[in-house]
């Protein structure tokens, strides 16, 4: 009869890595979740030790929910930064030549010791998802025989758009200088000629002087390199994006778009996961219970983005001239130097602000009538999912590619990019919550969440491709 070592020791065990940061790590553990809820599979999920601190402090429950689960497991190693530095949006590429550098040893040692050494008595890694911000940890597992799929954790059209770099170059449409007409048409990215402009590029294209920017070629790079891989997680859905996945085929053949994945966890466990690395402040769910029906804008930047004094001044007043109510997230590093700002409004009445909310749950809220976002890409499908108009105004990398989909292809927002002046703002909040145009933009996103719903319940695109996931990594796991 077959031992209990030697059974073990051919179950599928699934090895998970987000980039460690919250964007990231949110998503590929839900994603994690819904994976987990399928069976058969041993998942261990890997953090890097500095964000292993903050969720399970922050986030308990979620972090307890999941320890709980006799099949899953969290691991950390070390992002090779020093305790007490900072790790936000000023310390992304620091924080990326650190992974490659200074974690690869760790992340070596943690594969090779898996099975024979592993502390837990877990079989050896099977099959590896691996953040497509860091590819070079596919290479490694690859090398020890992993397979490895990829996961990136933006929009099929904004991946499109970085893969395209070397064809705009050789078009001679990047680089552009500083005074360049931003409104002008892009035409090498196939299937985005009709409303792709030079403004809704990623922003490192905007920064980039010459064609050799090694910013450029390393974002050209690291999206090809998924090609490597034996399959490509997209947190997007046939219903969102189908004209661009349908060309990202011609590439990754084996594409599974899956998401939105909060979305899809929800339909498989009736639960949702949301895994901060902030304190969450519940509190302001009873401040919406007190507020009358889609009265309140919900305003949040995301987990990095940063404003100037001055771009929250205009924000403030433009907020407070359109006579709404604002629940706004003011993380303590949102303001770039600039407390005296933020205490400014906080005494405003009909302003609430917050410094992390529950926000899949603030947006499925009655009383909230339109999102002010960045257009970080969870932001816009946790959005999208529940029928919440947006008013986009994106910050960098793939924001701006986000927000040009939501106001010119979806049409279930405003893009307010590269503008913040006061009266702009206001007349974007009126526009997004009363007249006509609020009409009209609630009905194209309520269409458009009910699409999304039947795309993750059963037999919808999403779920049916996260059966087939399921599949192959049972079977890369043979
Ligand atoms: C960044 C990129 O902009 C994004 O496109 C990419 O996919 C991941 O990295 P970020 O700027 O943090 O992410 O934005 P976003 O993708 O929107 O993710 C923010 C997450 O934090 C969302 O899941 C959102 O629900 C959550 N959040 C935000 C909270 O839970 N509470 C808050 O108060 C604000």
């Not at 929009?155 to 990047?174: F, T």
């Not at 920017?213 to 390393?218: C, I, N, P, S, T």
């Not at 609430?352 to 257009?375: D, N, Y």
């Amino acid at each position: 009869m077959e031992s209990a070592k030697e059974k073990l020791k051919q179950e599928a065990h699934l090895l998970i890595f987000p980039f460690p940061l919250q964007g990231h790590i949110n998503t590929m553990l839900r994603l994690a979740d819904a994976l987990s809820f399928a069976g058969g599979l041993r998942i261990s999920f890997l953090n890097t030790d500095h964000n292993h601190r903050l969720l399970s402090f922050f986030s308990p429950s979620q972090y307890s929910r999941f320890s709980l689960r006799s099949k899953f497991r969290f691991l950390s190693i070390p992002d090779g930064l020093p305790d007490d530095k900072p790790r936000s949006v000023n310390q992304v590429i620091e924080l990326v030549i650190s992974l490659r550098t200074r974690s690869m040893d760790s992340f070596r040692e943690l594969l090779l010791a898996s099975g024979e050494r592993d502390p837990d008595g877990w079989p050896p890694v099977t099959c590896f998802i691996v953040d497509g911000a860091m590819p070079f940890f596919m290479d490694t597992a690859q090398a020890l025989g992993i397979p490895a799929i990829v996961f990136r954790t933006i929009s099929a059209s904004s991946l499109w758009v970085y893969l395209h770099i070397p064809h705009m170059i050789e078009a001679g449409e990047l680089p552009f200088s500083g005074d360049a007409d931003l409104d002008e048409p892009i035409k090498s990215v196939p299937a985005m000629e009709s409303f792709l402009r030079r403004r809704d590029l990623p922003s490192i294209c905007r920064q980039a002087t010459k064609a050799e920017d090694e910013v450029l070629q390393l974002f050209a790079n690291i999206s090809a390199s998924a090609t490597r891989s034996k399959g490509l997680i997209l947190n997007t859905s046939n219903c969102l994006e189908a004209p661009i996945l349908s060309q990202t085929h011609s590439l990754f053949p084996i594409t599974y778009a899956v998401g939105p994945l909060h979305s899809l966890v929800e339909s498989i466990t009736s639960s949702s996961v949301s895994a901060s690395l902030l304190a969450e402040d519940r509190s302001v769910l009873i401040w919406l219970d007190a507020q009358p029906d889609r009265s309140v804008a919900y305003v949040s930047f995301g987990s990095l983005a940063q404003l100037t004094g001055e771009e929250f001044l205009e924000f403030r007043h433009g907020f407070v001239n359109s006579g709404h109510r604002f629940l706004w997230v003011v993380r303590p590093d949102l303001v770039a130097g600039g407390t005296a700002a933020v205490e400014m409004v906080e005494s405003e009445e009909r302003v609430r602000l917050v410094a992390w909310a529950p926000q899949e749950e603030v947006l499925r809220h009655r009383a909230v009538g339109c999102f002010i976002t960045h257009s970080g890409w969870n932001s816009t499908v946790e959005s999208a999912a529940t029928g919440v108009p947006m008013v986009c105004w994106p910050r960098a990398w793939d924001q701006l590619v986000n927000s040009r989909l939501v106001g010119e292809v979806w049409k279930v927002g405003l893009d307010m990019k590269d503008v913040c002046r006061r009266e702009l703002v206001e007349r974007m909040v009126r526009a997004a919550m009363e007249g006509e145009k609020a009409v009209e933009l609630r009905h194209v996103a309520a269409e458009m969440a009910v699409e999304i719903g039947r795309s993750v319940g059963e037999g919808g695109d999403s779920r049916l491709d996260f059966e087939r996931l399921v599949r192959d990594i049972l079977s890369l796991s043979l």
